[in-house]
């Protein structure tokens, strides 16, 4: 099986950044850094996405002691859009205690790596070693895990903790040991581009005659053949378990299902519902010079979600609070910037822009608010300052700000557009009770109400 995937990998591999690097670079600690970027990058983050991510920071920050001297807002310019952006904080930290700690030099094993740089677990731990110092270490992620139970037909939930401790010990014994580094990029690479979630290329699969999903699809066809002949004799095969409660199998509860094939492995672990949460958010806008709007952003605190970016003044929401009472919480809220009261009623009412974060639906409230050229910002609140529309753009701020300030440049448009500003409350009809706008799909609960009498 090694074989035969390796030589899969060498012929049909990608042509990705990080791997030219760790093949041509003869420095052992910049091999290790480029290596180690590359992982932070890619959790949880598409390759297509990371390649110019990657790019533009190697080019930035090429070893590790140039990105121990940037800031972390430098970090987080870079990074933003990226997502889960404590993963650049802590690539930075760790970078500064392997600079000013560990004199530049990186730890030498998957054990050390893991245990002494922040950030850096298990999975990154073993990528860094195998594929940079030739540690012959296997790795587990989401791709592998894939790859692992199709082949060995591991039909139990793969996020359990006693199933990833089999999967290790079988990423373990597979790696090949002349070449653990390429070996685990391929086994990577096999289940991203063929053992892929939906739809896989089986034919495509270099190791297909190892894998017993695929023969449980063949034994399953077979079957159900036998049983419309009326020839099916109940025979257990000798590879099925036979005894029940293994911690490796489906559960006895829930059937096979012919449909998804190969794609019964590995078993869906149910999915944790993200929490609903709700911001109110407001941009204060001013005339700059030449009369070009400038925005005021402000920095969020250095820890927790988005620690130190960069957004307009918001306000967390309680659920299923008044308009009436959000607006007077925000513009309580928005004096420690402007520095003098702001009446609620000013706050312009310009839509709900939505976000969803890996563990969080978030709501913005999103209100405007233009002030006067001459406000002072109080010094004591959280750093503030006013950006220009290209200044924003260029600073560490989330895509869902950038999402909130589109909702507010739409709505200027569509205002010069018609050459009035449309003052309704929000959730009232446009051209009256019973009309909508042409082209607006109307959602099923508006489609199985009763029609409001005229």
């Not at 890619?42 to 390649?51: E, G, R, W």
């Not at 993200?274 to 109110?280: Q, V």
């Not at 309680?318 to 308009?323: D, I, K, Y």
């Not at 406000?375 to 220009?388: A, E, G, I, K, N």
Request: net charge positive; hydrophobic share 35%.
């Amino acid at each position: 099986m090694r074989r035969n995937l390796l030589a899969w990998y060498d012929k049909c591999k990608r042509d990705l950044p990080w791997r030219t690097l760790a093949a041509s670079e003869p420095d052992v600690d910049r091999r290790a850094y480029a290596v180690w970027v590359s992982e932070i990058m890619l959790q949880q983050t598409q390759v297509a996405t990371v390649i110019d991510y990657y790019n533009r920071w190697m080019q930035k920050w090429p070893t590790l002691q140039a990105l121990a001297e940037a800031s972390l807002e430098e970090v987080n310019e870079l990074w933003a859009g990226l997502g889960y952006y404590s993963r650049g904080k802590r690539l930075q930290e760790a970078a500064r205690k392997v600079v000013s700690e560990l004199a530049g030099r990186m730890p030498r094993t998957a054990e050390d790596l893991q245990k002494l740089l922040p950030g850096v677990g298990r999975y990154t731990a073993g990528a860094i070693a195998s594929i940079s110092y030739g540690q012959a270490t296997g790795v587990v992620d989401g791709n592998v895990i894939r790859v692992l139970c199709r082949l060995r037909c591991i039909g139990a939930d793969s996020s359990s903790p006693a199933v990833i401790d089999r999967l290790w010990d079988m990423a373990n014994a597979l790696v090949d040991r002349s070449r653990p580094g390429d070996f685990n990029q391929a086994l990577m690479e096999l289940g991203a581009t063929v053992c892929v979630p939906k739809a896989p290329l089986c034919e495509e699969c270099p190791v297909k005659q190892h894998c017993r999903a695929r023969r449980r699809v063949e034994k399953e066809l077979g079957l159900a053949s036998r049983r419309l002949l009326g020839t099916c004799a109940p025979v257990p095969d000798v590879e099925d378990c036979g005894v029940g409660g293994c911690p490796l199998c489906p559960p006895a509860t829930e059937p096979w299902d012919s449909s998804l094939g190969v794609t019964n492995f590995p078993r869906k672990a149910a999915k944790k519902q993200p929490r609903a949460a709700r911001t109110a958010t407001c941009v204060l806008e001013r005339r700059g010079r030449c009369g070009a709007p400038q925005y005021l952003i402000v920095q969020r605190p250095s820890s927790g979600l988005l620690a130190g970016l960069w957004e307009f003044p918001s306000l967390p929401l309680a659920l299923g609070l008044q308009e009436e009472k959000q607006r007077e919480l925000l513009a309580d809220h928005l004096q420690a910037w402007t520095g003098r009261p702001v009446a609620a009623g000013g706050l312009r009412y310009v839509g709900e822009v939505i976000h969803i974060f890996s563990h969080i639906h978030q709501t913005y409230v999103v209100y405007s608010l233009p002030v006067d050229g001459d406000v002072t910002l109080d010094p004591v609140s959280s750093p503030s300052r006013w950006v220009t529309e290209e200044e924003f753009h260029a600073s560490a701020v989330s895509t869902a700000m950038k999402k909130v300030l589109k909702a507010c440049e739409k709505q200027r448009g569509e205002q010069n557009g018609s050459g009035k500003v449309s003052k309704r409350k929000r959730g009232a009809k446009p051209g009256g009770a019973g009309s909508r706008p042409t082209g607006t799909q109307l959602s099923l609960h508006a489609f199985f109400r009763a029609p409001s009498p005229q």
